[in-house]
């Protein structure tokens, strides 16, 4: 079943949302990035983000920074999972699905292998900058 957005809150295009996010996420050091489009595919999600953390304090503050930007601009979330952990995060952000891994549980689950039917979407990897996405 597909999830609903509040119609009360702001929509940014998930497009917009993503490049947002994978630029949030470079700009605090991620490793390789990939957003992956899998609309027509995935039932719940149009678009899927995959991130590398190097530890589990870097992937907690990658998740900070992402749900903060989503808090900031009253986006729809929700939740998280994974957290506490820190091993692999999962942020459903309705329609878009945020993963941070660590590298051993990155390569365990492959997540890109499961969604290579998905279209990669060139991710901004260092070209914006947190100032730039300041409102």
């Not at 991620?30 to 489009?37: K, M, P, S, T, Y």
């Not at 149009?46 to 903060?68: K, P, Y």
Request: charged share 25%; net charge negative.
């Amino acid at each position: 079943m597909k999830k609903k957005a509040n119609p009360t809150v702001p929509a940014m295009p998930t497009p917009e949302k993503s490049q947002m996010l994978a630029a949030l996420l470079d700009d605090k050091q991620a490793e390789d990035i990939v957003v992956l489009d899998v609309s027509g595919l995935c039932p719940i999600a149009e678009n899927i983000i995959i991130a590398g953390a190097r530890g589990q304090r870097h992937a907690q503050s990658l998740a900070d920074a992402v749900m903060d930007a989503v808090k900031d601009r009253k986006l729809v979330s929700f939740g998280v999972e994974g957290y506490d952990a820190g091993t692999w995060i999962l942020a459903d952000l309705n329609d878009v699905i945020v993963h941070i891994f660590q590298e051993d549980m990155r390569r365990m689950y492959n997540i890109e292998g499961l969604w290579a039917e998905g279209r990669r979407v060139d991710a901004p990897a260092g070209r914006v900058s947190a100032a730039d996405l300041e409102d």
